[in-house]
């Protein structure tokens, strides 16, 4: 099998998508729905990426837990594994990389012994504000980048599809 090169440009970021000049017509990875989902989120998310990296030298996990803490308060790492779709090794490794960092604090949950409570500390709201203001940055750009026509679709689509996931 060999693999055609395409690049794109989205959100500022160059990205390179491998399409697939396969002689099976039955399947093509380049128009597979999931495939193009995931080179979208890939794209976008690495566009931002620089952002909490040169600002804060976060990893990817790392951001989302704290943006998880930041959004919706206090959760254990369980809740921001379901609610983020993050591997449970990923979210215990950004926790401990942020707690070294002073960004949040744990505190065990009453009658669980393994269960804890994380938070963002101060310092990890702090962070929190300028990156949070930096990502809305981002998602206008993205936002402007699709047209608003379009983007109310794509919303409404993206829902859609997640909703599909979960059933």
């Known amino acids: 099998m060999h693999l055609q090169l395409s690049t794109d440009i989205v959100a500022g970021a160059t990205i ?32 931002f990426e620089e952002v909490y ?3 804060y030298g976060m990893t990817r996990p790392q951001w989302r837990v ?7 308060g206090p959760l254990t790492a369980t809740e ?8 449970k090794t990923a979210v215990s490794r950004a926790v401990q990389a942020l707690e070294g960092r002073g960004l949040l604090k744990r505190q065990r ?16 709201r702090a962070a929190f504000a300028r990156l949070g203001e930096a990502a809305r940055k981002h998602d206008r ?3 402007n980048y699709i047209g608003t026509a379009r983007m109310a679709e794509a ?13």
Not at 66 to 72: I, Q, R, S
Not at 80 to 87: A, K, L, P, Q
């Open 16 to 47: 390179a998508v491998y399409i697939p000049a396969m002689s099976d017509p039955e399947f093509d990875l380049g128009t597979f729905l999931p495939f193009l989902l995931n080179q979208a989120a890939e794209a976008t998310s690495r566009a």
């Open 53 to 55: 990296e040169s600002e």
């Open 66 to 72: 704290l943006a998880n803490l930041g959004t919706f």
């Open 80 to 87: 921001i594994c379901r609610r983020g779709g993050i591997e």
């Open 109 to 124: 949950v009453a009658g669980d012994r393994r269960a804890e409570q994380l938070e963002l500390t101060n310092e990890g």
């Open 141 to 143: 750009e993205l936002r």
């Open 155 to 167: 919303e409404r689509v993206l829902r859609a599809l997640a909703e599909f996931g979960r059933s």
